[in-house]
T-cell receptor, first 112, second 114 residues
Framework: GQSLEQPSEVTAVEGAIVQINCTYQTSGFYGLSWYQQHDGGAPTFLSY????GLEETGRFSSFLSRSDSYGYLLLQELQMKDSASYFCAVSKGDTGRRALTFGSGTRLQVQP | DTEVTQTPKHLVMGMTNKKSLKCEQHMGHRAMYWYKQKAKKPPELMFVYSYEKLSINESVPSRFSPECPNSSLLNLHLHALQPEDSALYLC?????????????FGPGTRLTVT
């Protein structure tokens, strides 16, 4: 089987830094993606890690440790518009039958 | 153009109705996906099409029938649905099935089964 675990809720203030952790247990793992979804909106791709280390995209960074089956999304200089749900997702499967499985999501609330 | 469009935005149907959801992308993507999402839950994969062929069916009941008429279009035909099928149905696409990690999602169709 497979499982992904992430905190259900995180609260932070504007301008702060927040880290959303994700641990996974799965076979045939290729990489870890992060998606953002605002209430009533569609999921939006944020980042992807196939190799160990940190990937930086503007205010957002994502980290992966394959040996620890662990990753995190780091959001810096938080803004009110960052209030949303954040999903980690594992990419797994054979070529031609590869798919994403999403974690349960972390609801981030940014307060003034 | 990085947009995936879905129609209709909202759909209310009875348990005996037949309806279809439509999805379109013009990014030249060769993989397309259907997901079901309940409130406060993650998207749940239903079907994957790769190069217009069904490659993954996640044991979805036969009352949901996908169709990929061409590389830009994806349909989901609905028949004899149950109230528990009420959810947000999301379509997504990616460059190919190998690039499944980066998917572009449409806004979804909010389906209510009465």
């Amino acid at each position: 089987g497979q499982s992904l675990e992430q905190p259900s809720e995180v609260t932070a203030v504007e301008g702060a830094i927040v880290q959303i952790n994700c641990t996974y247990q799965t076979s045939g793992f290729y990489g870890l993606s992060w998606y953002q979804q605002h209430d009533g909106g569609a999921p939006t791709f944020l980042s992807y890690n196939a190799l160990d280390g940190l990937e930086e995209t503007g205010r957002f960074s994502s980290f992966l440790s394959r040996s620890d089956s662990y990753g995190y999304l780091l959001l810096q200089e938080l803004q009110m518009k960052d209030s949303a749900s954040y999903f980690c997702a594992v990419s797994k499967g054979d070529t031609g039958r590869r798919a994403l499985t999403f974690g349960s999501g972390t609801r981030l609330q940014v307060q003034p | 153009d990085t947009e995936v469009t879905q129609t209709p935005k909202h759909l209310v149907m009875g348990m005996t109705n037949k309806k279809s959801l439509k999805c379109e992308q013009h990014m030249g993507h060769r993989a397309m996906y259907w997901y079901k999402q309940k409130a406060k839950k993650p998207p749940e994969l239903m079907f994957v099409y790769s190069y217009e062929k069904l490659s993954i069916n996640e044991s979805v009941p036969s009352r949901f029938s996908p169709e990929c008429p061409n590389s830009s279009l994806l349909n989901l035909h609905l028949h004899a649905l149950q109230p528990e099928d009420s959810a947000l149905y999301l379509c997504a696409s990616s460059q190919s099935a190998s690039v499944t990690y980066e998917q572009y999602f449409g806004p979804g169709t909010r389906l209510t089964v009465t």
